[in-house]
């Protein structure tokens, strides 16, 4: 995970039906441009797929569609659970030698972040396994739901390449979908407001800010949480490539330092599509997290409805 806050690497993903193609995961089949006969979260969702092709090159793939790349695998040791309660998942990130690797970058106080979302982005937890002395990571998983969820590894290796990679974990049951919300410039989270400003485009970095508040009031007391006054993680609908940047400034060091009650960002979004972006952030020693869903078209516009369009209508 990058410390600088511009993000990159998330190109649209074309052609990758043709056979014997990248997985996205472990599981859904991969999502060309433009693909209208796959529902919004991918219809082959929770149907197991072959063992991947050799990804180690994909260097242009998206963050998140891969389990390995640059020689790299996310290697888990079961991809079913059991529904209804929280419970272990064990993983290791294995070298190109094939053995777990043990040396690891920390980023914002952390040598791992391991994000899990539903496949119809409907849930969301961030998580921070802890290391063995064997080289495996081991966390537990909140309660899941019945259907597909993807999980991210966001690492660095030292003297190594940065790297998100992804899983599909499959949780036993009938699942049931959500679609996607409308776009909307306030999300409301355990009694606080957050509201999202600027205008997502497409292929160039624009500045994005979340301001809380509470009972009305803005918030100044925003609590540093993983060394930043906030985080934000975006996933594209459909494939669930992965972003991941931190506020403008740098890293807070300072515990007792307060923030807010606006956290900025910038983002750069190079494709177009639909995208839902998690925030978290803390106070009272609590991480809450807000989430918001932004439509971004080709041309780089924000869809009516979405944040930019909110602002300019003075409901922002």
Do not use: C
């Not at 190109?96 to 040598?111: M, Q």
């Not at 292929?203 to 993983?226: C, F, H, I, K, N």
């Amino acid at each position: 995970m990058n410390t600088p806050t511009r993000l990159t690497a998330f190109a649209l993903v074309l052609g990758l039906a043709l056979g014997g193609g990248a997985l996205v995961g472990n599981a859904a089949g991969p999502i060309s441009a433009g693909d209208d006969e796959m529902d919004e979260h991918g219809s082959d969702a929770g149907t197991p797929a072959a063992a991947p092709a050799d990804t180690t090159e994909a260097t242009d793939m998206p963050a998140g569609v891969l389990i390995a790349q640059d020689g790299y695998t996310l290697d888990a040791d079961t991809t079913a659970l059991d529904p209804g309660a929280p419970g272990p998942f064990r993983f290791r990130i294995l070298g190109p030698d094939g053995t777990p690797v043990e040396d690891f970058e920390v980023s914002h106080e952390k040598e791992l972040h391991l994000i899990v979302v539903g496949t119809d982005l409907a849930t969301y937890a961030h998580l921070h396994p802890t290391m063995g002395d064997d080289g495996s990571w081991s966390v537990e998983l909140p309660a899941l739901a019945p259907g597909v969820h993807r999980t991210y590894a966001d690492f660095a290796v030292a003297d190594g390449p940065e790297l998100t990679l992804g899983i599909d974990l499959t949780v036993a049951g009938e699942a049931r979908f959500a679609s996607l919300p409308e776009p909307d410039a306030t999300a409301e989270v355990d009694g606080y407001e957050v509201t999202l400003t600027g205008s997502p485009v497409a292929g160039a970095s624009s500045d994005l800010t979340l301001t809380v508040r509470r009972d009305g009031e803005p918030m100044t007391d925003v609590e540093p949480y993983l060394g930043a006054f906030g985080h934000l993680v975006a996933i594209r609908s459909g494939d669930l490539a992965y972003l991941h940047v931190h506020p403008h400034g740098d890293e807070v060091t300072d515990a007792d330092a307060r923030g807010g009650p606006e956290v900025a960002f910038a983002v750069e979004i190079p494709s177009a599509g639909a995208y839902r972006l998690f925030f978290d952030f803390q106070h009272d020693g609590q991480v809450h997290t807000a989430a918001f869903t932004v439509d971004v078209a080709a041309d780089g516009s924000a869809q009516p409805g979405s944040p930019a369009h909110d602002d300019e209508e003075g409901h922002g």
